[in-house]
């Protein structure tokens, strides 16, 4: 799977809209973009995925650029509780990767949102 | 959405012994459970995955000898740390994929084992 690069950490405004980046400079024609976030303590949270649209959902927005080399995950409204590491995780799709379907976690961004 | 939980959520024993972590998943059947371990300041590192019915595939520098994974039925895995040591404390984390839903993992809370 291709490898990943994040930020270490970011902050953000309570309120505002936090743009996580992404690079996967790497990453193979069928490999998807995950977003997952772990809050201290605690399993880690599916977000959203994609494949090369944008994509979003209740949660966030996933832009994928047009090169697919990099994305963005965008909270529109950061609250105190989306602080969190976000991990951007590339992996291969279920016709190639066979039944494992492993994720491979990076380092993250830590997210701070501040009051 | 689907549900995975952990069981016990912390727990403590002495060096030598053996503990055992369930993962269940509540509302669907997981064909294939994965089984992480978080170090303090860490990411996750994959130890094994588990298909129902079928041995665990472990991570490379993995001992499966000293971390039993069972994976008995659709919604019960159990990851069995044998001879526990202080260098294993860590938090053990488990997620669930559902038959037929390959794009999501859901994950379990997590449990921490510390070992004195």
């Known amino acids: 799977d291709a490898k990943t690069t994040q930020p270490t950490s970011m902050d953000c405004a309570e309120g505002r809209a936090a743009n996580l980046p992404c690079n996967h400079s790497?990453?193979?024609?069928?490999?998807?973009v995950y977003w997952y976030r772990q809050i201290h303590s605690q399993g880690p949270q599916y977000i959203i995925h994609?494949?090369?649209n944008n994509e979003t959902n209740e949660m966030a927005s996933l832009i994928i650029t047009e090169d697919r080399k990099s994305s963005t995950l965008i909270l529109p409204h950061a609250t105190l509780r989306d602080t969190a590491v976000y991990y951007c995780?590339?992996?291969?799709?279920?016709?190639?990767?066979?039944?494992?379907?492993?994720?491979?976690f990076g380092k993250g961004t830590l997210l701070t949102v501040n009051p | 959405g689907a549900v995975v939980s952990q069981h016990p959520s912390w727990v403590i024993c002495k060096s030598g012994t053996s503990v055992k972590i369930e993962c269940r998943s509540l509302?669907?059947?997981?064909?294939?459970m994965f089984w992480y371990r978080q170090f303090p300041k860490q990411s996750l590192m994959l130890m094994a995955t588990?298909?129902?019915?079928?041995?665990?595939?472990?991570e490379q520098g993995v001992e499966k000898d000293k971390f039993l994974i069972n994976h008995a039925s659709l919604t019960l895995s159990t990851l069995t740390v044998t001879s526990a040591h202080p260098e294993d404390s860590s938090f053990y984390i488990c997620?669930?994929?559902?038959?037929?839903?390959?794009?999501?993992?859901?994950f379990g809370p997590g449990t921490r084992l510390t070992v004195l």
């Open positions: 588990s298909n129902e019915g079928s041995k665990a595939t472990y």
């Open positions: 790497t990453i193979s024609g069928n490999e998807y």
């Open positions: 995780i590339v992996r291969v799709s279920r016709r190639v990767g066979g039944s494992n379907y492993k994720l491979t």
């Open positions: 997620s669930a994929r559902e038959r037929d839903m390959y794009n999501e993992q859901f």
């Open positions: 994609g494949l090369k």
């Open positions: 509302d669907f059947q997981a064909t294939t």
